[in-house]
């Protein structure tokens, strides 16, 4: 009854490509901007905003970047971590050299960075399908960290080879390093995070993102329609790591403030946001949002119920954390492929009968 | 009956050849599709006749023979690039793309007018939205054309077997073809659909001018709507002619026509 | 010119090594079309397993032996009643997914209940360098590895008369093909899958073995499923010859690449060698060495 279409015509086709063609999308969506511009930060804590909505939002953006590749374009990528890294690195070298060109400039310099590197190892995308794919970009992954491990340029042959962020300003307040402004990190993370959310989600929905969805769908056909696979593969990939770059960037300098690749980037990395867009749902702007939302919540909450609630030891904890992901991830797959945005737009679906059965 | 403006020469195909490995698909084929005209190609399964259109498309490389389109003559080309020379097609076993609506399929048809880049597509307003629009109205009248404005915004996987080939049809309109290649697009319909079919067949013809080259098995339909047919046995060419040449030629019967009851 | 062929004979006993934990990928590949992320954990868990038994419950080596096998068969039906049925005929890359969740599940349940310090495991294999190789050609190869290398051969020997000769190898090829077919056939999944996964566990254990008694049971073996992917694409997905040759040509490159280069580069090349050597390899034949060429058709 609340959720329905009936008396929201739309006079052209303008209207009815809208972002949110219903009314009701609209105000959730506005009531969502509200929230998190305007009521979240006068709630924050340090520790609400270290733990969560930070990874929360930089985890979104990068699980944005490989539902790009993965979800609209159906190239399997194993090599997120490694490219977060590539932006982390890139924003580092780029904070040490030239700071003068202002942080926001920077972290978008090292998305760009890195989307060329991310197209280069999609290069072998246009004879490779499926598996062999993620071989490839698992030759990434392994090949980059170690290459931030050994060379010493990229962590300015600095002697435990980590890299720390220097305390960078936006207009006049401290966003990076130790004595960064919470609030100002928050608006600039939840701002970044916003735009470009809206970037994507037009993306898809055009052109190009059509092009994508057909590559994944049926690449022969696609190719037979004149879709160039070329073309469409690359630029996946080269958007795909702007994305994951700049989630990369943000991570390291806004976020964790200082980081080792092997311990920051490495394989699991990867997987936690392959895991993101599965749960959250391949091939959905909402889905990569509830799928951050999702993995980062989790382990917070199995904590706080088992050490805190239960008194369980925390190695114990631990190991029972590792299952439990398993069990969901596999859990999820039976029951909802498409993940947590299919089951929403399945309860979508029932509020618009409810209260009628059908 | 089939009174068509049929024009000069669209498409030759010379002495095509193409093998995979020692089994050889399709032996020296060649025949001419005209301006215009509605052509059939006909033959019993394994003939080589998808094949055929996959040569045509840019799909198979041929490993002899040349093809000339629109005067240009080329041994083979890239599939985009076949397409964007107009020649579009639909398949045999339905290749939508099962994750997009109806819309979204079409749309995708309509690729190659669209051009705006990432960056304008990004902010979706001037150029990109301007572009949406008009492709948007395009693809709106071949749906109304097809008659499935209720299920455009659908998601293919899950409309009937039928529907799925309109929607088909649809997508290789869209692009505006001059050659439409169509494989065996009445395949499992009933007697309904197919005239709905082979009406729409004959109305892009008429009305839009296309030029259809079509691989069918209802040998009904076949002799009704062609101009001439073309048929294929085993990779061979054992025909090529007017309906009733073709219907009367002794190899074709003894190949793949049969004869009626009565005369068995 | 002695150091190379040092260097190359250790790596193709390297090579074995990777060969064995590929062998188990195979078998599930070839049998039900599933890539399991999870084979190189499964190795991790039954030898484990094998230990927690001859060390906690004091049980001599032939009966843990036989105590890990049937967990391992106990585990198969679990895997194939809990995660394979539900998900029958769903696409590829969900069924990796959920093997990459079965690889955590076991991580998890390995860590619990036999402890994460690493462990010895001492069967009985002979240790140390080979006299023999030592005394005729000057060579320096382990004992271990030449077990390793001839249960290899062993296991491959047999595995390959029964895909080809049984009727229960013509059933699982027939399963890998196309999971409705075979069910229309009257060839029961379940069943199949079971035994699949049995013999692929079984495949763990001895995997699991020879790792463990060379640099002892822990967490890092696991990590050998990555490497075997390399191993897969060189050799193709479904060739069981294809495993071994492709374990062979890693191993080698590897070592070689690590011996040769690694200096020069400052070191550690084994971490992306494999990979980068398995991309090469598919930028060329995209099947591998022995992977059937697939013709696609629209």
């Known amino acids: 009854m609340i959720y329905r279409e009936t008396g929201q015509f739309k006079a052209n086709y303008q209207d009815d490509q809208a972002l949110f063609p219903i009314a009701q999308d609209r105000y959730v969506v506005l009531a969502v901007l509200l929230v998190t511009f305007a009521i979240v930060p006068l709630l924050l804590n340090q520790y609400w905003l270290n733990a969560i909505l930070l990874p929360f939002l930089i985890y979104a953006l990068a699980a944005l970047g490989l539902n790009i590749l993965t979800g609209y374009c159906g190239q399997l990528s194993l090599g997120t971590g490694a490219f977060m890294a590539v932006g982390a690195f890139s924003v580092f070298k780029l904070m040490t050299v030239i700071p003068e060109l202002g942080f926001i400039p920077l972290v978008i310099l090292s998305g760009l960075i890195t989307a060329a590197v991310g197209t280069l190892f999609g290069l072998p995308s246009l004879r490779i399908k499926g598996f062999y794919l993620a071989v490839a970009t698992l030759a990434a992954q392994f090949f980059l960290i170690w290459l931030f491990n050994k060379v010493g340029w990229f962590f300015n042959y600095n002697a435990t080879g980590m890299i720390t962020s220097p305390p960078m300003t936006l207009f006049g307040v401290i966003i990076t390093g130790p004595s960064a402004d919470p609030v100002a990190k928050y608006y600039l993370v939840a701002g970044f995070v916003a735009v470009f959310a809206l970037f994507a989600k037009n993306i898809a929905r055009g052109r190009i993102g059509r092009n994508w969805m057909a590559i994944r769908d049926m690449d022969i056909a696609a190719e037979l329609i004149g879709v160039r696979p070329l073309i469409a593969k690359l630029s996946a990939f080269a958007v795909s790591s702007f994305y994951i770059g700049m989630a990369g960037a943000l991570y390291f300098a806004v976020w964790l403030g200082s980081a080792e690749p092997t311990e920051a980037f490495d394989i699991n990395q990867s997987f936690l946001v392959l895991f993101m867009i599965i749960i959250g749902g391949l091939g959905s702007v909402l889905g990569s949002f509830l799928g951050a939302a999702f993995m980062v919540m989790m382990p917070i909450l199995l904590k706080n119920i088992m050490v805190d609630g239960l008194g369980t030891d925390a190695a114990l904890a631990a190991h029972i954390e590792i299952i439990t992901v398993g069990v969901l991830i596999i859990g999820f797959l039976i029951v909802e492929p498409h993940g947590l945005a299919r089951l929403w737009r399945i309860a979508k679906e029932k509020m618009r009968l409810w209260p009628f059965p059908h | ?264 | 010119m002695l150091f190379f062929i040092e260097v190359a004979l250790s790596g193709l006993m390297a090579g074995v090594m990777y060969s064995l934990v590929a062998l188990g990928f195979v078998l599930i590949f070839k049998a039900s079309g599933i890539f399991n992320f999870a084979q190189g954990v499964m190795a991790l868990f039954a030898a484990l397993t094998l230990v927690g038994l001859m060390e906690k419950f004091g049980m001599p080596i032939w009966l843990a032996i036989i105590g890990t096998i049937a967990v391992m068969v106990a585990l198969a039906w679990a895997i194939e009643r809990f995660m394979l049925r539900p998900l029958v005929n769903q696409e590829p890359i969900i069924l990796f997914m959920a093997t990459i969740g079965l690889a955590y599940v076991l991580e998890g349940m390995g860590d619990i209940l036999w402890g994460s310090d690493v462990k010895l495991l001492d069967i009985g294999i002979p240790q140390g360098a080979s006299d023999w190789m030592l005394d005729s050609f000057n060579i320096y190869i382990e004992k271990l590895e030449i077990f390793a290398a001839g249960t290899a051969a062993v296991m491959v020997t047999f595995l390959a008369i029964f895909f080809q000769k049984t009727r229960i190898g013509r059933a699982l090829r027939a399963v890998a093909d196309d999971h409705q077919a075979a069910l229309s056939v009257g060839i029961s999944l379940h069943t199949i899958w079971v035994i699949v996964w049995s013999v692929a566990g079984i495949v763990a254990l001895v995997a699991g073995i020879m790792w463990g008694s060379k640099s002892g049971v822990q967490f890092s073996l696991s990590l050998i499923a990555l490497k075997a992917l390399p191993v897969l694409i060189l050799g193709g997905f479904t060739s069981v010859p294809g495993a071994i040759i492709g374990g062979m040509i890693i191993g080698v490159g590897e070592k070689v690449a690590e011996v040769y280069l690694g200096p020069i580069v400052g070191g550690a090349i084994e971490n992306w060698f494999a990979y980068m050597l398995a991309l090469a390899f598919l930028l060329f034949r995209p099947q591998g060495l022995f992977g059937e060429r697939i013709i696609e058709r629209v």
């Open chain 2, 1 to 264: 009956m089939n009174e068509r403006n049929v024009g000069g020469e669209m498409l030759k195909v010379e002495n095509i050849s193409l093998s995979f490995g020692i089994m050889k698909v399709l032996d020296d084929i060649s025949f001419d599709i005209k301006q215009g005209e509605i052509r059939s190609i006909i033959g019993p399964n394994g003939a080589g006749k998808s094949s055929m259109l996959n040569v045509i498309n840019g799909f198979y490389h041929p490993q002899q023979g040349s093809i000339t389109f629109k005067g240009e003559t080329r041994k083979q080309m890239a599939p985009h690039v076949a397409a964007s020379h107009g020649i579009a097609r639909t398949f045999q076993n339905i290749a939508l793309f099962k994750g997009m609506s109806t819309l979204d399929n079409i749309m995708t048809g309509r690729n190659l007018k669209m051009k705006t880049n990432l960056f304008w597509q990004a902010l979706h307003i001037g150029p990109a939205r301007a572009e949406e629009l008009e492709n948007r109205e395009a693809a709106e009248r071949i749906i109304d054309f097809l008659d499935i404005q209720a299920i455009r915004k659908k998601p293919v996987g899950k409309l009937p077997y039928g529907l799925q080939k309109r929607v088909e049809l649809g997508r290789a309109l869209a692009a505006e073809p001059e050659l439409l290649l169509l494989d065996e697009p009445m395949a499992g319909m009933n007697s309904e659909e197919k005239e709905d079919m082979c009406r729409f067949v004959l109305d892009v013809n008429s009305e839009f001018g296309t030029t259809i080259a079509l691989i069918e098995h209802d040998m009904g339909v076949v002799m009704d709507l062609s101009d001439r047919v073309l048929v294929l046995d085993y990779g061979k060419q054992l025909a090529d002619g007017l309906p009733d040449e073709v219907r009367n030629n002794q190899d074709v019967i003894d190949a793949y026509l049969g004869i009626p009851h009565e005369q068995a």
